[in-house]
């Protein structure tokens, strides 16, 4: 794979001329969905993320488009006070670094076209193809994806992660998982959100829509410094 070159949480895609960066689920508002469940946490994360898209910008520059896979947002029904400031404010630091933003919908942002209207060069779509790549959340499949000029299927939704042992403790690192499917290349990005490492797919599964033998796909756990690396399939890792 070329033209993807892994940067921390995110890809840098290079496909018809255009450097695309394509970001994981985000959950803009969950803190103050913890508020309202009586769980009392500090609102840092909009800051620690903006900080950490500062590192990863420092690492490409500028590029073309970004594109977010899907839940931008985290409550379901509605639109909260932190959602419309963190997500208004994280399209205006992106739109400094790039010329569009294309949000490919994830199951969590079934009311966010008021938000997104409120800025222009920002799309909403079901899925968005470039060239060979398609882009899409993971929870839903399209017809429109098996079209043979499609090579690439870059997704989130899953939040995948991996529990690694150094024979005393076991600690749980957010990772990539790369396989394929039907003859395409399957990559399954990470959550950029930071609460959580996210799930084991040798433990739970991770709700996308294909039945993935994800025991042959490629893990590449993010390390420190926007780092990579590359543990070999997951079928092989011990638990």
Same mark, same amino acid.
């Given at each position: 794979?070329?033209?993807?070159?892994?940067?921390?949480?995110?890809?840098?895609?290079?496909?018809?001329?255009? !450097?695309?960066?394509?970001?994981?689920?985000?959950?803009?508002?969950?803190?103050?969905?913890?508020?309202?469940?009586?769980?009392?946490?500090? !609102?840092?994360?909009?800051?620690?993320?903006?900080?950490?898209?500062? &590192?990863?910008?420092?690492?490409?520059?500028?590029?073309?488009?970004?594109?977010?896979?899907?839940?931008?947002?985290?409550?379901?029904?509605?639109?909260?006070?932190?959602?419309? %400031?963190?997500?208004?404010?994280?399209?205006?630091?992106?739109?400094?670094?790039? &010329? &569009?933003?294309?949000?490919? @919908?994830?199951?969590?942002?079934?009311? /966010?076209?008021?938000?997104?209207?409120?800025?222009?060069?920002?799309?909403?779509?079901?899925?968005? %193809? +470039?060239?060979?790549?398609?882009?899409?959340?993971?929870?839903?499949?399209?017809?429109?994806?098996?079209?043979?000029?499609? @090579?690439?299927?870059?997704?989130?939704?899953?939040?995948? +992660?991996?529990?690694?042992?150094?024979?005393?403790?076991?600690?749980?690192? &957010?990772?990539?998982? +790369?396989? @394929?499917?039907?003859?395409?290349?399957?990559?399954?990005?990470? %959550?950029?959100? %930071?609460?959580?490492?996210?799930?084991?797919?040798?433990?739970?599964?991770?709700?996308? +829509?294909?039945?993935?033998? #994800?025991?042959?796909?490629?893990?590449?756990?993010?390390?420190?410094?926007?780092?990579? #690396?590359?543990?070999?399939?997951?079928?092989?890792?011990? /638990?």
């Amino acid at each position: 794979m070329e033209n993807v070159k892994f940067v921390g949480k995110c890809l840098l895609i290079g496909e018809s001329g255009k !450097r695309i960066l394509a970001v994981g689920d985000l959950h803009l508002g969950y803190e103050e969905h913890l508020n309202q469940t009586g769980i009392f946490v500090s !609102r840092k994360m909009f800051e620690e993320m903006i900080e950490e898209f500062g &590192k990863i910008f420092e690492n490409v520059g500028r590029v073309d488009e970004i594109v977010l896979l899907g839940d931008v947002k985290h409550e379901f029904g509605g639109i909260m006070r932190q959602e419309w %400031s963190d997500v208004l404010g994280l399209f205006d630091y992106l739109l400094e670094r790039c &010329k &569009k933003i294309v949000i490919v @919908k994830g199951n969590h942002d079934n009311i /966010l076209e008021p938000i997104v209207n409120k800025r222009e060069n920002v799309d909403l779509e079901d899925f968005y %193809s +470039a060239g060979e790549f398609c882009f899409l959340h993971g929870d839903k499949d399209f017809d429109e994806i098996y079209d043979k000029k499609i @090579k690439y299927w870059v997704m989130g939704h899953g939040h995948p +992660a991996v529990k690694i042992s150094d024979g005393i403790k076991v600690e749980k690192y &957010k990772c990539f998982l +790369a396989g @394929k499917f039907k003859g395409k290349s399957v990559l399954i990005v990470p %959550s950029f959100f %930071s609460y959580n490492e996210g799930s084991d797919p040798r433990e739970n599964e991770l709700g996308l +829509a294909w039945k993935f033998n #994800l025991d042959r796909f490629e893990v590449r756990v993010v390390g420190k410094n926007l780092k990579v #690396l590359d543990f070999g399939r997951l079928g092989l890792l011990r /638990l």
